[in-house]
Each structure stands twice: as structure tokens, then as C-alpha cells.
């Protein structure tokens, strides 16, 4: 089973390049999130989203775009990086609220650093 | 704002014993409280989750348990193995929106 799956798994960016990190999920969810995490810190929220077409900021959005087309696939565009943006992406996924229980199923996680 | 705060940062404990993890979080005003294990270079895998109702929950040689008013969680790992190496994490869920917030983490080495 595939799960939940992020690419690139590492990625070094220049300063003020833009990319998209992509995720999809094969199991039909409808909630995938994406969060980062800084060393030696906990993981931030980015952005949600509950259903195809629908999305929603996190605690941390600034610097950060997604778009949700499809149940499936979830992707978080980087515009003009910068070297706060250094850090590790987790996308997630789960059926309905999966902070009110459901579990969440996570990516394996994406290594971006920004010189 | 709430706050989840993990201590000690890293454990090294040799096989076989018990041992415990320890979370805390500023406001007892939470729906749930998670606890997560992170392998390294790789994702995240829920491991217990106790509702703001509950005191404990347990699987297998893990027992979570949550003391709201305290603001407190633990987690009981018996007679620990090597391949329970990893980093643990807690997170509580406010009780108003998605957000699950999260403590750092405990590092745990568990040495042969």
C-alpha cells in the first residue's frame, strides 16, 4: 500500500527559485495537511483541507500556496524561497478530522534547503 | 496560546527496562492528545490517542495516560527494546479548530 507519498525527498533551492513539493494519497481521504518541521522543534501546520477544492491556512501559510483539484493529490508551492524556508515538509492525510481521533497517515517527509 | 513542551529532549536507557515520557501543555482546555512516533528519515505514525474524556489508553507495551487538570500526559513504554529507538512526539488538538500543536520530541536510544 502506497499510503501517503511526497516528492522530491531532498531538494536545494536558491534564493528566491520557486517549486511545488507534490503529495498524494491513495487511500481516499478527504483531510490532508501540510506541516514543517525545524530542528529540534515540533511540527507547524501550513495549510489544510477538508475536500477537493477546498483549502485552509495554518498556523504558518505565509510564503506557501496549495491547490486541492483532486481528493487525491495535495501539492505546496514555494514562491520566491528563502532560507527560512529551510526546513522538513510532512504532508498528511485521514479520513475526516484526524485531529478530532481519525488516524493520520503521514509522508515520509521532504528535506528543502534554501541557499 | 498553548504550548507543549517535551522533557527530556533525549533518553538512552538499556534494554529491557520500563521507562516514561514525559508531555506537558499550558491549557487544559483540550479535545485530544496524541502521541507519535518518528523514525528517522521517515514520516510520522500515530500511536495512542486519548479524548480529553479519557485517562489512559494502551497497546500493546505502551500505555498513554492524560491528566488534564495537571496538564500532563505520559507515556509507559515496558521493558523496553531496541527497535523502540525513535523520536516521540506529543500533540494536543485545541479545542476550537484542526490545529494539532506539538512538543519537540524525546529522543529515544534504547542500547542492546
Known amino acids: 500500500n502506497a499510503g501517503v507519498t511526497q516528492t522530491p525527498k531532498f531538494r536545494i533551492l536558491k534564493i528566491g527559485q520557486s517549486m511545488t513539493l507534490q503529495c498524494t494519497q491513495d487511500?481516499?481521504?478527504?483531510?490532508m495537511y501540510w506541516y514543517r518541521q525545524d530542528p529540534g522543534m515540533g511540527l507547524k501546520l501550513i495549510y489544510y483541507?477538508?475536500?477537493?477544492?477546498?483549502?485552509d491556512k495554518g498556523e504558518v501559510p505565509n510564503g506557501y500556496n496549495v491547490s486541492r483539484s483532486t481528493t487525491e493529490d495535495f501539492p505546496l508551492r514555494l514562491e520566491l524561497a528563502a532560507p527560512s524556508q529551510t526546513s522538513v515538509y510532512f504532508c498528511a492525510s485521514s479520513y475526516s478530522e484526524g485531529t478530532r481521533g481519525n488516524t493520520i497517515y503521514f509522508g515520509e517527509g521532504s528535506w528543502l534547503t534554501v541557499v | 496560546k498553548q504550548e507543549v513542551t517535551q522533557i527530556p529532549a533525549a533518553l538512552s536507557v538499556p534494554e529491557g527496562e520500563n521507562l516514561v515520557l514525559n508531555c506537558s501543555f499550558t491549557?487544559?482546555?483540550?479535545?485530544?492528545l496524541q502521541w507519535f512516533r518518528q523514525d528517522p528519515g521517515k514520516g510520522l505514525t500515530s500511536l495512542l490517542l486519548?479524548?480529553?474524556s479519557q485517562r489512559e489508553q494502551t497497546s500493546g507495551r505502551l500505555n498513554a495516560s492524560l491528566d488534564k487538570s495537571s496538564g500532563r500526559s505520559t507515556l509507559y513504554i515496558a521493558a523496553s527494546q531496541p527497535g523502540d529507538s525513535a523520536t516521540y512526539l506529543c500533540?494536543?488538538?485545541?479545542?476550537?479548530?484542526?490545529?494539532?500543536?506539538w512538543g519537540a520530541g524525546t529522543k529515544l536510544i534504547i542500547k542492546p
Open positions: 500533540a494536543v488538538r485545541k479545542d476550537s479548530n484542526y490545529q494539532l500543536i
Open positions: 487511500m481516499n481521504h478527504n483531510y
Open positions: 486519548i479524548q480529553s
Open positions: 491549557d487544559s482546555a483540550i479535545y485530544n
Open positions: 483541507s477538508v475536500g477537493a477544492g477546498i483549502t
